[in-house]
């Protein structure tokens, strides 16, 4: 068997053409959806990942706004800059980009987002929100791997979803997302014991460690479906995932390549949160 790869970048170019006609729509009715970036110190692949966020936006016609300011700018001043664009009604959605320097407290910055303007979904009301099955913004890395395997038109519910990491930006949500389409999920992280026994059990596996080629063929059952969300630079300057594309090919029925598989939908989706959040901001 060869698995089918997942175009990421392809299913991305459809749903943002989709999005731009929202856009034009909202436009006419007088509303510019519009997105404020926070980026805090120079992080490489914040900077890269920033610059393909506003890319994103131009091209549909959101109106993208980055504010950058120094490393070591204090927390009480990255709170005051958020303050002020939480009161702003020209900005529907407010991203701080992740990490940040360490005398600044995430959770504390997530926490000072208005929740109707935290368009990555991060904020505890909308994470609570989620797990309660309300209507809110759904974090984007997740939601766009819960639409990528929604378009295969495979029934997810009574699947066994497999996720491997816990972070609280993918790895957490996703098993939730899942949850709520009635799959059973089970995860996995790095004091999981037997990591191969479990994984070898998915229908769906979702990969999010940031460990490059860590699951290889014997970690994956026959015609599973599997996600790599992980994008690891190797020594040679090459991207790769969390997975082992070319030996897991031969056995999964689906796969998502690096590049061009999740990482275009993350930022779909968060287009698609901030059109969203323009919307409910002027009903
Ligand atoms: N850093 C890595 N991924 C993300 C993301 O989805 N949102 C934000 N704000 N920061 C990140």
Known sequence: MTAQIINGFELAKEK???????????????????????LVGDHPASQ????AKQKACEEIG???????????ISESFLLEQIARLNEDGSVHGILVQLPLPPQINELHVIEAIAPEKDVDGF????????????QTFLPC???????????????????HVVVVGRSNIVGKPVGQLFLREHATVTYCHSRTNDLEAITRQADILIVAVGKPKLITSSYVKKGAIVIDVG???????????????DDVKQIASYITPVPKGVGPMT?????????QAAREQHK
């Open 16 to 38: 943002r053409a989709q999005l731009a006609k929202e856009v034009e729509q909202l436009k006419r009715e007088g509303i510019v959806p519009s997105l404020a970036v926070i």
């Open 48 to 51: 890269s990942y920033v610059k």
């Open 62 to 72: 959101v109106r993208s706004v980055l504010l950058t300011f120094p490393s070591d």
């Open 123 to 134: 904020h505890p009301l909308n994470i609570g929100r989620m797990m309660t099955g309300q």
């Open 141 to 159: 890395t997740p939601y766009g791997i819960l639409y990528m395997v929604q378009s295969l038109q495979v029934d997810i519910a009574g699947k």
């Open 231 to 245: 994008v690891n630079r190797l020594e040679d300057g090459k991207l790769c995932g969390d997975v082992d594309f």
């Open 267 to 275: 930022i779909t989706m968060l287009l698609h949160n901030t059109v």
